[in-house]
């Protein structure tokens, strides 16, 4: 089973850029399909996209055209480009992964402990 650690958070301005990253421990990392997830105060965890084990990626509305999800199996690493941040991309932000290669399919089992995003005006 893979541990998960979020990096990259900060305080950012609306219209900036942010890059996450998600480092994985364990040998099989390029086999899990890894999501980002996050949670705002007082509101329900989102997705907000993910990428397979075969590089197949999804992204919540909210968030697509704005935020690329990339991984680099070398490096056990997940990363969130994220550019135009508005206001209410503050949140949390949760990397987690499972083993099954779609990124439709919702049942991640792995969780990072998150990485508070916060965007000013």
């Known amino acids: 089973q893979l541990q998960l650690v979020e990096s990259g958070g900060g305080l950012v301005q609306a219209g900036g850029s942010l890059r996450l990253s998600c480092l994985a421990s364990?040998?099989?990392?390029?086999?899990?399909?890894m999501g980002w997830f996050r949670q705002a105060p007082g509101k329900e965890r989102e997705f907000v996209g993910a990428?397979?084990?075969?590089?197949?990626?999804r992204y919540a509305d909210s968030v697509a055209g704005r935020f690329t999800i990339s991984r680099d199996n070398a490096k056990n690493t997940v990363s969130l480009q994220m550019n135009s941040l508005k206001l209410e991309d503050t949140a949390v932000y949760f990397c987690?992964?499972?083993?099954?290669?779609?990124?439709?399919?919702?049942?991640?089992?792995?969780w990072g402990q998150g990485t508070q995003v916060t965007v000013s005006s």
């Open positions: 990428i397979s084990r075969s590089l197949s990626t």
């Open positions: 364990g040998r099989t990392f390029d086999s899990y399909t």
């Open positions: 987690a992964a499972h083993l099954v290669n779609n990124v439709y399919y919702v049942l991640y089992n792995t």
